[in-house]
């Protein structure tokens, strides 16, 4: 069964910390995206890639950077964590051209 | 701006008649158009895709896509308790650029 996997499902940071979030596919998928969801707001476009080494900003990319090294592996970065960052956050990858995504289980974050 | 509009619900629907969700989208550009479900604390599981205007079924889902009208919505037949969950619409306009969602409209199926 393919995979989207999140290292963490709950995660507690304090304010001010450097948080990282990693996401891993074993789907062969190229694209790879990073949303957060907000109660009322919706699904949030942070960040997307669609190729190793490259990265595009979504629709809030402020506050966060991304890392893409190898093909099956997008990390999210929170370079100095606040508490307007608590919120659930979800890595989806697909194939490259124009296919629904398959997302990972998604990690909520507590920024304290 | 890309915009995806759904409404939020609860929509409640008694068990065995059919649900009928609905979508509205802004950019006419866009290409394909899926519709999601999620349960309460879980991530999106994608349930249909469409690309073409008509209909397009899966089992006991529909999904009805009109591009001249900018709509999208997703039929659920025989409806169970199971199906009781929120229901993403989510457009493409095409490429690797994001999916943009809707809010999501809230299905509750009353035994």
């Known amino acids: 069964d393919v995979k989207v996997t999140q290292s963490s499902r709950y995660l507690v940071k304090r304010t001010g910390e450097k948080v990282f979030l990693e996401c891993v596919q074993d789907m062969d998928h190229e694209n790879m995206f990073w949303y957060r969801q907000d109660p009322g707001l919706g699904l949030r476009l942070i960040y997307f890639?669609?190729?190793?080494?490259?990265?595009e900003k979504g629709d809030i990319p402020e506050g966060y950077s991304v890392s893409r090294e190898k093909k099956e592996r997008f990390s999210l970065i929170l370079e100095s964590a606040s508490t307007n960052q608590t919120s659930m956050y979800l890595c989806a990858s697909s194939f490259k051209g124009d296919y629904g995504y398959t997302f990972g289980s998604g990690t909520r974050l507590t920024v304290v | 701006q890309k915009e995806v509009e759904q409404n939020s619900g609860p929509l409640s629907v008694p068990e065995g008649a059919i649900a009928s969700l609905n979508c509205t989208y802004s950019d006419r550009v866009s290409q394909s158009f899926f519709w999601y479900r999620q349960y309460s604390g879980k991530s999106p599981e994608l349930i249909m895709s469409?690309?073409?205007?008509g209909d397009k079924e899966d089992g006991r889902f529909t999904a009805q896509l009109n591009k001249a009208s900018q709509y999208v919505s997703l039929l659920i037949r025989d409806s169970q308790p199971s199906d009781s969950a929120t229901y993403l619409c989510?457009?493409?306009?095409?490429?690797?650029?994001?999916?943009?969602f809707g809010k999501g409209t809230h299905l509750i199926i009353q035994p």
């Open positions: 469409i690309y073409s205007n």
């Open positions: 890639s669609y190729d190793v080494k490259m990265k």
């Open positions: 989510a457009v493409n306009r095409g490429g690797a650029d994001g999916l943009t």
